[in-house]
């Protein structure tokens, strides 16, 4: 048994040291530069431990910038110079990632165009919902009813616009890429878009690569021993690019099979070829990940990325997080169709962002087209539903070091809704609405 007992986090709290969290560490760095032996990261955690335990002095108990330090020296003594390097990156971008919260400045997007950012913005000012005030009062007038059909309106612009941008390209595009952070809408946006497609001939033949994770036992875990299916190296990526290139080719591959009951893959198990009109599509989470579709030329490739975007200020003048709209819509769909609380998509909610903002945002530079998903009236259901949950989650995680990243978006989240009028009838909200995807009542099949 360890000698260590405690760990000093950032913010001054201390908490049990918990070795596992160092093996997940280290496992995550090597899956990164392909390494999927997590017996190798349990040898190193343990050398971590005894190096802390003999250098530090009796009594110590270590920061968490000490046992990362430690981390990095015996991962690159003991020769896994590419996982030290993995690790040691990762631990630089989530210290900027922490210094841009501190500094908590006004939230301009560094990766969605700033021409996208200035029509959603000026069509919430024309609309007179730029801000919760403006939009409480809307509501009071009795303005619900236009306020949807606007914006239903204005999402089915984007989606047409980008069919119409698939068509124009259809004599060389051979993939549709529907991509974009979770719950932001792919589902049903991808739907859309095939029907469209439809119309013209063409036609969506869907790959999903989910089929492509890698055994249970061999998926990176979060800080808190989660296996972690957020990460696209959760993915054989290798397996993926050769099935791609063996489709646009003419061949027919056989599509493994996850059951994601057992954890395992079934290799080689559905036959699928690609025929005349028929365009592949892959609605991912990481489908702007250049690993994913690396084999591909660009030219080949037409890459769609969802956000909600909404541009709504608070009483403070800060904008509504976008995060924070897909961590709700993500607790009803979690909820409706995981039997998953709402209560554990927001404990989990920290390594899905982490994953996002290394994985995801940093590519929506490289997509041929952007899709607003935002509804500026979604946030008066969800209080409906949620908000004297995030009111309590507030209270139960105020004192609990070890849930800081809850508790911090559970009192911002809280705060919000606490401003916003309540919807408690969504019967106004059309059935083939992207929002549907989240609060149920679609005419489409999820």
């Excluded at 009594?59 to 993995?86: F, N, Y």
């Excluded at 249970?216 to 690019?241: C, M, R, S, V």
């Excluded at 057992?262 to 009109?277: F, I, S, V």
Aim: proline share 5%.
């Amino acid at each position: 048994m360890t000698k260590i007992k405690n760990v000093v986090k950032r913010s001054g709290a201390t908490v049990p040291f918990n070795p596992d969290r160092i093996t997940n560490a280290i496992y995550r760095a090597a899956v990164a530069v392909g390494g999927r032996d997590r017996s190798i990261a349990e040898g190193l955690s343990a050398k971590v431990t005894q190096y802390l335990e003999k250098n530090l002095p009796p009594g110590h108990t270590p920061s968490v910038e000490e046992i990362q330090d430690a981390v990095e020296k015996v991962l690159v003594e003991e020769g896994h110079s590419q996982t030290a390097k993995a690790y040691i990156i990762y631990r630089q971008e989530r210290a900027k990632q922490r210094e841009r919260e501190a500094q908590d400045g006004p939230r301009l997007s560094q990766n969605i165009p700033w021409e996208k950012i200035w029509h959603v913005l000026d069509w919430a000012v024309t609309h007179g919902v730029h801000t919760i005030e403006s939009y409480n009062q809307r509501l009071e007038s009795g303005d619900l009813a236009e306020i949807i059909e606007v914006a239903e309106a204005a999402y089915n612009k984007d989606v047409s616009e980008a069919t119409e941008s698939i068509i124009e390209r259809a004599e060389e595009v051979r993939m549709v890429l529907i991509t974009g952070p979770s719950s932001s809408g792919k589902t049903t946006t991808t739907i859309k878009i095939g029907q469209r497609l439809e119309k013209e001939g063409l036609k969506l033949v869907a790959l999903n690569v989910d089929n492509y994770f890698f055994d249970l036992e061999l998926h990176p875990k979060d800080e808190f021993g989660d296996y972690d299916f957020e990460t696209p190296q959760a993915l054989d990526l290798a397996l993926i690019n050769e099935h791609l290139q063996a489709l646009f080719a003419g061949k027919e591959v056989l599509i493994p099979y996850y059951d994601f009951k057992t954890g395992e893959r079934q290799d080689e198990h559905t036959p699928m070829q690609l025929k005349e009109k028929e365009i592949l599509l892959i609605d991912s989470l990481h489908g702007l990940f250049p690993d994913m579709t690396r084999t591909i030329p660009d030219e080949q490739k037409f890459k769609l990325y969802l956000e909600p975007l909404l541009q709504m200020k608070d009483s403070r003048g800060k904008y509504v997080r976008w995060t924070d709209i897909r961590l709700i819509r993500r607790m009803l769909r979690d909820a409706s169709h995981r039997a998953y609380k709402p209560r554990s998509t927001l404990e989990h909610w920290h390594y899905v962002r982490a994953s996002e903002l290394r994985n995801i945002i940093p590519y929506v530079n490289t997509a041929d087209h952007i899709i607003n998903s935002a509804m500026p009236f979604e946030l008066s259901l969800y209080r409906a539903r949620l908000g004297a949950d995030f009111a309590q989650w507030e209270k139960d995680y105020h004192d609990d070091p070890l849930r800081e990243d809850a508790y911090t978006r559970a009192k911002r989240v809280h705060a919000v809704l606490e401003e916003i009028l309540p919807i408690e009838d969504d019967g106004p909200v059309p059935k083939d609405s992207v929002l549907r995807e989240f609060i149920g009542g679609s005419v489409y099949q999820y």
